[in-house]
């Protein structure tokens, strides 16, 4: 059988594919290298148990025609649904990206899963779909739900379209509301924004809001190890979890300043004003990530850990060194 991956080649999916390929296991995966890049795949492409097709996951035609195929030679036994938009600010502009990149991939999926009758989907979900909602400690039964951003507000309605599904087809459905993950292939987030800005300016570094934002970062070796924990060990027919570290996170600040005193020591750093760094923005949020631990699994890094080895890795990305 076959563990077919959307967005193999992004940030997540690649590490994902990777990690699946150790375990034994055969992967397909499609991406429409928006965000992600074949480079990002070096380490999987020649492996003889994984194939890969650039595909745009939103016409829904060729997405068919590709994945039957895939599905003829070694049947598709479940989808990690990981493709989506990950620019919120590029979502805020052209509410038509989140619509495209984030909700149609999902729910073109869906149709497909229900043509070819594969049962299983685990799906890349967010903490944008809780909104803002201050200092109060996000559970996964919290409601009503108010996103913010374009994107959680595609991210939700996947949702709600894989639950949908749950009552006509889909057997079984894992959704992670991922928090902020760092590490490499990175392709997009506040480390690299900030290494890449000091590049331009090594003496001084710009950062959207006042630096007081605070969220909970994971690095990517623990998330890829909690999915791939949560598919093993939850088993209800829809299992929703938080995937996050056992902290309160760290500030943006807390970010800058490690970012400067690794690429740019010396450099000052300029902050805005307020809170939000840009429109859809969550200043601060805290997880309950009790549901998780109960199940049996703890993160190794910290947040403060995983910006520390992240913005390592990611200058090593940028630099070379």
Known sequence: ??????????????????????????????????????????????????????????????????????????????????????????????????????????????????????GIMAFASSSAVYGDLGNEVLTEDIGPLFPISNYGAMKLASEAAISAALESYLQNAFVFRFPNVIGVPATHGVIQDFIRKLKATPGNLDVLGDGTQQKSYLHVDDLIDALL???????????????????????????????????????????GQGNRGWVGDVPKFKYSTLKLSSLGWRPRLSSVQAIEKAVNEIAEQEFGR
């Not at 924990?229 to 996050?244: C, G, K, P, S, T």
């Not at 760290?250 to 000052?268: D, L, Y």
Request: aromatic share 10%; with cysteine.
């Open 1 to 118: 059988m076959t563990i077919f991956i959307t967005g193999v080649a992004g940030f997540i999916g690649c590490r994902l594919a990777g990690e699946l390929l150790k375990r034994g296991e055969r992967v397909a995966g499609f991406d429409n290298l928006c965000r992600g890049s074949l480079q990002n795949l070096n380490t999987v492409r020649d492996h003889p148990n994984f194939t890969f097709s650039a595909i745009d996951l939103a016409d829904l035609d060729a997405y068919r025609k590709a994945l039957r195929s895939v599905h003829a030679q070694e049947p598709v036994s479940e989808i990690w649904h990981m493709a989506a938009n990950s620019d919120i600010p590029a979502g805020v502009s052209d509410p038509n990206v989140d619509f495209r990149d984030t909700f149609l991939t999902t729910f073109n999926s869906l149709i497909l899963m229900k043509e070819l009758g594969i």
């Open 229 to 271: 924990y949560i598919r093993n060990e939850a088993h209800d027919r829809l299992n929703y979890f938080n995937v996050a570290g056992n902290d309160d996170g760290v500030t943006v600040k807390f970010i800058a300043e490690a970012v400067v005193s690794r690429v740019a020591p010396g450099a000052t750093i300029t902050f």
